[in-house]
């Protein structure tokens, strides 16, 4: 079986090159046409001797694939589904203005369980490569409008820590897509060992999903509450610096009657107290057989203007592409039950 150059970085790729007895410069021309240069076929690397192209191609390939379906909304939303040799996964392409946004995911399925994620309900299906994660950024149609990237889709991104900062480090590389980490954001519901990982290794911005302040509650519909505590995750967090251009925001998923009442705005200013972060306010998009409802418009401002009144810097997300399967989880979910 052929294995892929795509999502190889630049060290991986001067190993493979030596081990073909090819020029050690052959490595970086190599990842200018992967990353740079957008090639999909091995023939197309020009700069590259035809013998030396030869001898990558006998048992290489670049790896990319397109999507398999696309759905669009009214707003400009677009949902890409592609294929895995670990199943479906999904990406969501969301432009604002200026700002032109991708939504990856990093596993296929998900092992964390969390009862209002419909990605949750398909259990575990297997990591994605760093090529697999890659590719959702390459192989879309707007992949050159692209300003900003979100590892928000399916998958908990710190159970698979190595793949996701591999792919960090060819999107930030020089050699590689040479993005600034200040265009990345990360989210996480807290896996605390890995999520320090990436605070240490990398510059990129850092999203945690918290959903409740209260540890029995977040842990009934969270179950990894059970292994690392909202307290614990905070407490780790106010160990770095959060006053400069990094980024740090808490996810709150707001359900009626579970999360949106004085109490929890009171739990929310006790546990983020004095720690320079921002709490996103997320509109619930209803996934089948869920007794789950989403707060009103009109509490989610109240539960916003009582956090901003109280120091807490606190926004509401706009929810995108209602009219198509906005949850996560629910294009793959689809195409997994045919």
Not at 11 to 26: G, I, S
Not at 132 to 150: G, H
Not at 238 to 250: N, P
Not at 287 to 305: A, H, V
């Amino acid at each position: 079986m052929a294995q892929q150059l795509f999502g190889k970085t630049l060290h991986e790729l001067e190993t493979l090159t030596h081990e073909l007895a090819m020029p050690k410069f052959a490595a970086k021309q190599i990842a200018d046409w992967l990353y740079k240069k957008n090639v999909t076929d091995i023939d197309c690397m020009s700069n590259l001797s035809k013998s030396s192209r030869a001898i990558l191609a006998k048992n290489h390939e670049i790896g990319r694939s397109k999507a398999i379906n696309v759905q669009t909304s009214v707003d400009g939303t677009r949902k890409y589904l592609f294929g895995t040799d670990k199943g479906f996964i999904e990406s969501a392409y969301i432009p604002d203005n200026e700002r032109h946004t991708l939504c990856i995911s990093s596993q296929v399925g998900c092992k964390m369980a969390c009862g209002f994620c419909m990605t949750g309900r398909q259990g575990f299906g297997g990591n994605l490569s760093c090529g697999q994660i890659l590719n959702q950024i390459a192989s879309i149609d707007e992949s050159s409008k692209l300003t900003n990237i979100v590892f928000m889709g399916m998958g908990e991104p710190m159970d698979n820590i190595d793949e996701v900062l591999k792919s960090i480090e060819i999107l930030t590389s020089a050699w590689g897509f040479a993005w600034s980490p200040r265009r990345i954001t990360v989210s996480t519901i807290g896996i605390v060992p890995n999520m320090i990982r990436l605070l240490n290794e990398t510059e990129v911005h850092l999203a945690v999903s918290l959903h409740n302040p209260f540890g029995q509650e977040r842990g009934q519909l969270m179950p990894a509450e059970k292994a690392y505590t909202a307290q614990d995750i905070v407490a780790e967090l106010r160990k770095f610096d959060w006053t400069h251009q990094r980024r740090l925001s808490f996810e709150y998923t707001m359900f009626a009657g579970y999360n949106d009442t004085p109490r929890h705005i009171k739990g929310l200013t006790t546990l983020l107290n004095g720690l320079h972060c921002r709490v996103n306010l997320i509109n619930f998009n209803s996934i089948p057989d869920s007794p789950l409802k989403g707060s009103s418009r009109k509490t989610m401002e109240w539960f916003r203007n009582e956090l901003n009144s109280r120091g807490l810097t606190t926004t509401i997300r706009n929810s995108r592409g209602q009219d198509i399967d906005a949850a996560c989880g629910m294009l793959s979910t689809k195409e997994k039950n045919k």
